[in-house]
């Protein structure tokens, strides 16, 4: 088999090491015993062993992840509901109108696009419905927690946009208002986008989309971290506040499946989305994730204020907690720690934020690095991101914060092994089995 010369020398390692162990491996049997031990494994890792602080992920309610696997998910659905390609389609086409009716009314939003695999494609549908190859657009830098789908090498890049960045006021963590304003007159791009994957504080997206006025641009809100506290009511109201655009992952603090919503307070922008993705690039789309999505909403709807403010006020605790053990968060002086799910932490002291994340996770505490408006770490990046969404659904409140600062100090300052500290942390997890705010 041919190896991929571009990978880096420990993942090609790893592969070989796999596919030699699975090229003993003739019996299907065998392959497939494998392969179900190997999601056993995982998921008593990563469900029930670990604490899960990586701000990019969730667990979803056992009862929408069932549906993941029901038949209706492979079935093709083209075409308007009441006017499928396919016939026998007139159950189906009713989950779709009920999972879109549900995301607008969660969002208070005229338009939902449910028809998106991911938030990777959810801004590229955005990119497309807003701008043409060529054009200039302007997106957080990776200092702000900008995105990739939003510059060269992503969505955007792939498209043939030209990304500029937004000037970013790096002392108080936000957009430099004045210098976007005369950077957006001179680059005149079709589309400002603002938040990114660390959010800390709020936007000024009123001022923003004022600037967009002036220049002749749209606003998108990448929520893709902030939707499930945009859902419920916290944070802040990018659409009411003035973005024509909403995207967001609906796996992260959403706590959904794996999938993308773009919410729109358009209707031009609705109906160019609308033909983005049929006939355009959806074609198929799963009904299976359209049904998930649908129950993870009833739950935002019943319990998400709730699930956003302890998820908020965990985030709070658990800075207050690190701070204590002697673990500098990163934040606005004069601010609090945070006023989302999110925190961060200068790398720096810890060897760069992969590499601490890489130590961290061999005591099973899971989290990731994230650029920071620090100095850089060479070969690495120079934050620690954290998020409380998982913790809180499992059911952790401000008490079990201090609990998990310790168990990070012990690593991080004390500087004991992460093995020895592992058994602990899986005994601290047995508490939290359950999962909250699910209906
Ligand atoms: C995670 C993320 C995305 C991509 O979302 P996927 O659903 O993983 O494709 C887009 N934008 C931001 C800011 C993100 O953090």
């Not at 969505?155 to 108080?172: E, I, M, N, Q, S």
């Not at 210098?179 to 005149?188: F, V």
């Amino acid at each position: 088999m041919a190896q991929k010369s571009w990978l880096p020398a420990e993942s090609a390692t790893l592969i070989e090491e796999i596919e030699t162990t699975l090229g003993r491996l003739n019996d299907p049997a065998a392959i497939e015993a494998r392969l179900l031990g190997l999601i056993d494994d995982h998921e008593r890792h990563m469900d029930r062993e670990s604490i899960g602080l990586n701000a990019g992920t969730n667990v979803m309610n056992p009862r929408a992840a069932a549906l993941l696997s029901r038949s209706l998910g492979n079935r093709p659905s083209l075409g308007y509901p009441g006017d499928k390609y396919e016939m026998g389609m007139e159950y189906a086409e009713e989950i779709e109108v009920i999972a879109e009716d549900l995301a607008k009314r969660l969002f208070g939003a005229p338009f939902a696009e449910i028809r998106v695999g991911s938030g990777a494609l959810a801004n590229l549908y955005s990119f497309m419905a807003t701008a043409r190859p060529g054009d200039s657009i302007m997106a957080f830098t990776g200092e702000m927690g900008g995105h990739v789908t939003h510059h060269q090498a992503g969505a955007a890049g792939l498209y043939g946009l030209v990304t500029h960045a937004v000037p970013f006021d790096a002392a108080r963590m936000t957009v430099d208002l004045d210098r976007l304003r005369d950077e957006a007159k001179r680059l005149r791009p079709k589309l400002i986008t603002v938040a990114g994957s660390l959010c800390l504080y709020p936007y000024p997206v009123r001022e923003m989309r004022q600037i967009c006025d002036e220049v002749g641009a749209y606003l998108l809100y990448d929520a893709a971290h902030m939707g499930g506290l945009i859902a419920g009511r916290h944070f802040q109201a990018p659409l009411a506040e003035g973005a024509h655009l909403m995207t967001m992952s609906t796996y992260k603090a959403f706590g959904g499946p794996p999938s993308g919503l773009i919410l729109s307070s358009d209707a031009d922008l609705a109906k160019r989305l609308d033909q983005i993705a049929y006939p355009g690039l959806t074609a198929n789309f799963d009904l299976g994730k359209t049904a998930a999505l649908a129950l993870s909403i009833l739950d935002l709807l019943e319990h998400g204020e709730a699930y956003a403010a302890q998820a908020v006020a965990n985030a709070k605790a658990l800075g207050a907690a690190l701070e204590a053990e002697g673990i500098a968060t990163h934040h606005v002086q004069g601010r609090d720690v945070t006023e989302s799910h999110h925190l961060a932490l200068p790398a720096a002291p810890h060897g760069g934020g992969q590499s601490a994340s890489k130590h961290l996770a061999r005591a099973n505490i899971l989290l990731c690095g994230i650029g920071l408006p620090v100095a850089p770490v060479a070969g690495d990046l120079n934050g620690i991101r954290l998020g409380t969404q998982e913790v809180t659904r499992f059911g952790m409140k401000q008490d079990a914060m201090a609990g998990i600062a310790r168990l990070m100090a012990r690593v991080m300052v004390n500087a004991e092994a992460p093995e020895q500290v592992r058994p602990d942390v899986i005994a601290f997890r047995q508490a939290y089995q359950t999962m909250s705010y699910v209906r």
